[in-house]
C-alpha cells in the first residue's frame, strides 16, 4: 500500500514540476508558453532556440512587418525590430489558448501607443520545435494607430 501511495504522490508531482524539469520533451503549449516568455524578455537567442531552422513566420496584411519570413533571423529582423518603431510599448496578454495535437492557437489582447485591440496566434510545433507560426492580426487597428504615432 505504502508504494502504491508513493508512486501517486511521485506522479502528481512529477505533473506539477513540468516536462522540462524532467528531461522530457515540452509539450507544443509549453514550447509556445516558453516563445513568448523568450519573446516579452528580449531573449532573441532563447526564442530563436525554440523554432526550427526551417520556420516560416507569417504576418497577414500590408504593414512594415508584413509578409512571409523564413528563419529566425530575418523574423527577429523584419518583425521584432520594426514592432517598436511603429508601435511603441508593444505588449501581448494572453487571454485564451486553443490546442489540438501539434497545433496552439492563442488570443491575445494586444496594446501599445494608441492600440488596444485582439489578435489569434497560430502555432505549429514539430519535433519540440515551432516550425510555423500565423498571425491573424487586427491590421486596420494597427494601421490606424501606426499613422497617430507618426
Known amino acids: 500500500m505504502k508504494k502504491v501511495l508513493l508512486s ?3 506522479m502528481n508531482f512529477a505533473s506539477f514540476v513540468g516536462a522540462e524539469n524532467l528531461g522530457l520533451e515540452l509539450s507544443p503549449s509549453q514550447v509556445v508558453t516558453k516563445a513568448y516568455e523568450t519573446f516579452s524578455k528580449g531573449d ?3 526564442w530563436s532556440a525554440l523554432h526550427s531552422d526551417e520556420l516560416t513566420f507569417t504576418i497577414l496584411g500590408d504593414l512594415p512587418q508584413s509578409g512571409v519570413h523564413k528563419g529566425t533571423e530575418a ?3 523584419k ?3 520594426v514592432l517598436p518603431v511603429h508601435w511603441p510599448g508593444f505588449n501581448l496578454t494572453e ?3 486553443y490546442i489540438a ?5 492563442v488570443h491575445l489582447k494586444m496594446t501599445a501607443k494608441g492600440l488596444e485591440t485582439e489578435s489569434l496566434h497560430k502555432f505549429e510545433v514539430i519535433d519540440g520545435k ?3 507560426f500565423k498571425a491573424f492580426d487586427d491590421t486596420q487597428s494597427m494601421f490606424l494607430s501606426m499613422n497617430k504615432g507618426s
Open 101 to 105: 495535437d501539434n497545433t496552439v492557437i
Open 130 to 132: 515551432i516550425a510555423s
Open 75 to 77: 523574423t527577429i529582423d
Open 8 to 10: 501517486i504522490i511521485m
Open 95 to 97: 487571454l485564451n489558448r
Open 44 to 46: 532573441m537567442e532563447g
Open 79 to 81: 518583425v521584432f525590430e
